[in-house]
């Protein structure tokens, strides 16, 4: 976070790819400006024609530095913005916090198989609902390698991180039976849905709550 005379400029970093947040301040109000800067374009995929074993082939193939692939690069970009923008809504609930939290602490099936309640107010679950919410991952998704570094619950014995990435395989298994995620097709990558995005903000809200003002 920086401070400077126009406002304040909040930066969500992942990797060499970041989104910026800036808030201005002029004579009509307040100004709130989000853009997304791609410095390193090939972690990203466009779906292009290429040569495979002599045969063309159309497939999503790595984005190009040059021009070639400047289409697919405003469309990143908004998509990256737009996703911030509707994380920033939830900071207004529109329905009760039991409207919210009640369908996901019961089990669910999906696919013919049962999964487990959450608990997404308990010590645990919202550790790790709360890394979710980073906004470097409004940029490229949510991947199981870039949880791994921050993950409350890390496996011991584990040199190798395997058991840890196999948990945290698991919880975004759960998470998307509850219908708090979505993998992208073609992909390992997820993203938060609306309904993940309210139950994440209203969680931390009820376990962060002040009880003194509360009941005031």
Request: aromatic content about 6%.
């Given at each position: ?138 940029i490229e998704g949510i991947r199981n390698r870039d949880q791994q570094a921050d993950w409350p619950d890390p496996a011991s014995n584990d ?10 395989t698991r919880w975004l298994r759960l998470l998307t039976a509850h219908g708090l995620l979505s993998k992208i097709p073609h992909t390992q990558c997820y993203r938060l849905t609306l309904k993940g995005q ?19």
């Amino acid at each position: 976070m920086d401070k400077r005379r126009e406002g304040v400029c909040v930066k969500h970093f992942l990797q060499e790819n970041w989104i910026k947040m800036i808030k201005m301040y002029n004579k009509q109000g307040s100004v709130l400006r989000i853009e997304t800067t791609i410095n390193n374009p090939r972690r990203f995929k466009v779906s292009r024609r290429v040569t495979r074993q002599g045969k063309q082939v159309k497939l999503w193939a790595v984005l190009r530095k040059g021009i070639a692939d400047f289409r697919r690069r405003p469309e990143i970009c908004v998509a990256a913005n737009r996703r911030y923008l509707q994380a920033l809504s939830f900071a207004v609930l529109p329905v009760t916090a039991h409207r919210t939290l009640d369908p996901v602490s019961q089990p669910c099936l999906r696919k013919g198989r049962r999964y487990r309640a959450l608990r997404p107010i308990s010590p645990e679950d919202s550790q790790k609902l709360l890394l979710l919410q980073d906004g470097r991952f409004a940029i490229e998704g949510i991947r199981n390698r870039d949880q791994q570094a921050d993950w409350p619950d890390p496996a011991s014995n584990d040199p190798g991180g395997k058991r840890t990435a196999g948990r945290i395989t698991r919880w975004l298994r759960l998470l998307t039976a509850h219908g708090l995620l979505s993998k992208i097709p073609h992909t390992q990558c997820y993203r938060l849905t609306l309904k993940g995005q309210s139950v994440i903000t209203c969680a931390l809200r009820v376990r962060n709550a002040d009880m003194k003002k509360l009941v005031a």
